[in-house]
């Protein structure tokens, strides 16, 4: 029982380059959301999917994309990296409209990156 | 947007003792208050959750009060235990739809033995 499952746990990167993190959920979850985590600022929304082939902008979008191809994966793009985008990044997923525990949070165990 | 503030910012609870974490909000149209817990190098979890039509939930040493008046609630830790040493964040519905939740900034709850 995996649950919600984010790939690479660590990552270092340079000014200006990209990567892409992986979110995989084994639950046949309907809505999944990628959060930035820094310290004295909580949790932030980045992005987020209500279901395959779908995308939204939260509360930090801005230097970040995201992909949904498939609705057990959703992916966090940085396409040119930053130092402010040092952070540790969290994916969760939820049920969906309808499911009686619609509003719980699974969050996988994070990624730790870090940019020079 | 939702907005929720969460006080304190850190605490120091002795073994045994009762940790008090609070929480405010701003829009009254949403029905449903989290607490998640999160210890160092995991992902939050829930702990515990309110709907407002109670108010108070109790969850074996956590409870959970709200004041739906003052918008707030309050995570009450009972008989803190070292192993309750972590951060806690409360939460509320973003947005009523699907973009999930909005966290305060968490608590870090620290308890000597």
């Known amino acids: 029982n995996a649950g919600v499952t984010q790939t690479p746990k660590f990552r270092v990167l340079k000014t200006g380059q990209s990567m892409t993190l992986l979110c995989a959920q084994d639950m046949n979850h309907e809505y999944m959301y990628w959060y930035r985590q820094d310290p004295g600022m909580g949790l932030r929304l980045i992005h987020y999917s209500v279901g395959e082939g779908t995308t939204a902008k939260g509360e930090v979008p801005d230097g970040y994309n995201v992909s949904r191809l498939k609705k057990q994966n959703f992916l966090l793009g940085l396409e040119s990296a930053a130092p402010s985008q040092t952070s540790v990044y969290f994916c969760?997923?939820?049920?969906?409209?309808?499911?009686?525990?619609?509003?719980?949070?699974?969050f996988g165990s994070g990624t730790q990156l870090s940019v020079l | 947007q939702q907005q929720v503030k969460q006080s304190p910012q850190s605490l120091i609870v002795q073994k045994g003792g009762i940790s008090i974490i609070n929480c405010a909000y701003e829009n009254t149209a949403f029905d449903y208050f989290p607490w998640y817990q999160q210890f160092p190098g995991k992902g939050p979890a829930l702990l515990i959750a309110i709907r407002p039509d109670v108010s108070e939930k109790k969850e074996g040493r956590f409870t959970i009060s709200f004041n739906k008046s003052a918008k707030q609630f309050s995570l009450h830790i009972m008989d803190s235990q070292p192993g309750d040493s972590a951060t806690y964040f409360c939460?509320?519905?973003?947005?009523?739809?699907?973009?999930?939740?909005?966290f305060g900034k968490g608590t870090h709850l620290i308890i000597q033995p």
């Open positions: 969760a997923s939820s049920p969906g409209q309808g499911a009686p525990t619609n509003e719980k949070l699974f």
């Open positions: 939460a509320a519905p973003s947005g009523g739809g699907a973009d999930g939740l909005t």
